[in-house]
């Protein structure tokens, strides 16, 4: 089981920094979501402002689990705010750059807030994915990744695959473990990041699944961008609600959009990304 604080650290300075991949974060290789991650914890351990408000990846290449080394440079620098390129390369090839604006804290400005989260059941009403794994004779999921994330389906089809498509849209509570909550605010933003680039996937099978081959499906889906607002941040909340949907695909690409919410009902952040439909490699 990965921990989130521990796999997304960098070391380093001036500029220059290291990171190690983890194994743990494995779905078809490193989770596109957590090398966003690395990219966010180096661009704040840059910036001279604390708090992550955007950030855009474009992913360029597929990483390798092992040693990564990002560079991160200071485009423009104010009182207020701050925009840092971050670059992560490993063995001389540019995996994926990113581009963050952090600004100060405390900052004044108008102030209103109109956003509702999905009128949905709480996470105690829902059963987990784990226990609906053991009711209904899953086989657990293959990759790593899922250890570090207990999540709860807002739905669920008892009738696998379902006789037709459904709509593109995935509704999920999500907590991390061994450990939910994080008092740096760069790796509670992280935790954002990992889940609102994941499941735009689910998202887009749900229209498929229905029509696939019965023993797996025939594509995948790696995120060519992901860019992400973060508006609010609640480090007591340890669990997430993460609603997001994928209302196009044509052409090879798959269009997700997607907002997660704290326990409250707190809007946290939003996220949209393009993936590029890729034929399922041989085992």
Same mark, same amino acid.
């Given at each position: 089981?990965?921990?989130?604080?521990?796999?997304?650290?960098?070391?380093?300075?001036?500029? !220059?920094?290291?990171?190690?991949?983890?194994?743990?974060?494995?779905?078809?290789?490193?989770?596109?979501?957590?090398?966003?991650?690395?990219?966010?914890?180096?661009? #704040?351990? +840059?910036?001279?402002?604390?708090?992550?408000?955007?950030?855009?990846?474009?992913?360029? /290449?597929? =990483?390798?689990?092992?040693?990564?080394?990002?560079?991160?440079?200071?485009?423009?620098?104010? !009182? !207020?705010?701050?925009?840092?390129?971050?670059?992560?390369?490993?063995? #001389?090839?540019?995996? =994926?750059?990113?581009?963050?604006?952090?600004?100060?804290?405390?900052? =004044?400005?108008?102030?209103?807030?109109?956003?509702?989260?999905?009128?949905?059941?709480?996470?105690?009403?829902?059963?987990?994915?784990?226990?609906?794994?053991?009711?209904?004779?899953?086989?657990?999921?293959?990759?790593?990744?899922?250890?570090?994330?207990? +999540?709860?389906?807002?739905?669920?089809?008892?009738?696998?695959?379902?006789?037709?498509?459904?709509?593109?849209?995935?509704?999920?509570?999500?907590?991390?473990?061994?450990? /939910?909550?994080?008092?740096?605010?760069?790796?509670?933003? /992280?935790?954002?990041?990992?889940?609102?680039?994941?499941? #735009?996937?689910?998202?887009?099978?749900?229209?498929?699944?229905?029509?696939?081959?019965?023993?797996?499906?025939?594509?995948? /889906?790696?995120?060519?961008?992901?860019?992400? !607002?973060? +508006?609010?941040? =609640?480090?007591?909340?340890?669990?997430?609600?993460?609603?997001?949907?994928?209302?196009? #695909?044509? +052409?090879?690409?798959?269009?997700?959009?997607?907002?997660?919410?704290?326990?409250?009902?707190?809007?946290?952040?939003?996220?949209?990304?393009?993936?590029?439909?890729?034929?399922?490699?041989?085992?």
């Amino acid at each position: 089981m990965g921990d989130l604080e521990q796999d997304t650290r960098v070391e380093g300075g001036d500029g !220059r920094y290291v990171a190690t991949l983890d194994e743990d974060w494995n779905i078809w290789g490193p989770n596109g979501g957590y090398l966003a991650a690395v990219l966010l914890r180096a661009a #704040g351990a +840059h910036a001279q402002v604390p708090r992550p408000a955007t950030l855009s990846v474009q992913f360029l /290449a597929r =990483a390798e689990f092992g040693p990564v080394d990002i560079e991160a440079t200071t485009l423009r620098r104010t !009182r !207020r705010a701050e925009a840092v390129q971050v670059t992560m390369t490993q063995d #001389g090839r540019t995996v =994926a750059i990113a581009l963050v604006w952090l600004v100060a804290g405390g900052l =004044a400005g108008l102030e209103h807030d109109v956003t509702r989260m999905p009128d949905v059941p709480s996470a105690d009403a829902l059963r987990s994915w784990d226990q609906l794994v053991v009711e209904n004779d899953i086989p657990p999921p293959p990759f790593r990744f899922w250890d570090n994330i207990e +999540h709860w389906p807002v739905t669920w089809e008892d009738e696998w695959p379902p006789p037709g498509p459904l709509p593109p849209l995935s509704v999920t509570w999500f907590r991390f473990r061994p450990c /939910a909550v994080f008092a740096d605010q760069l790796v509670d933003a /992280a935790r954002l990041v990992v889940v609102l680039d994941t499941m #735009g996937w689910p998202a887009a099978t749900m229209a498929h699944a229905w029509d696939w081959p019965p023993d797996s499906p025939t594509w995948i /889906a790696p995120s060519l961008d992901l860019s992400v !607002r973060f +508006h609010c941040f =609640a480090p007591r909340s340890e669990r997430l609600l993460v609603r997001m949907e994928a209302p196009l #695909g044509a +052409h090879g690409l798959i269009t997700t959009e997607g907002r997660a919410w704290a326990e409250d009902g707190t809007l946290l952040a939003s996220a949209a990304s393009q993936l590029l439909c890729t034929p399922v490699p041989p085992s």
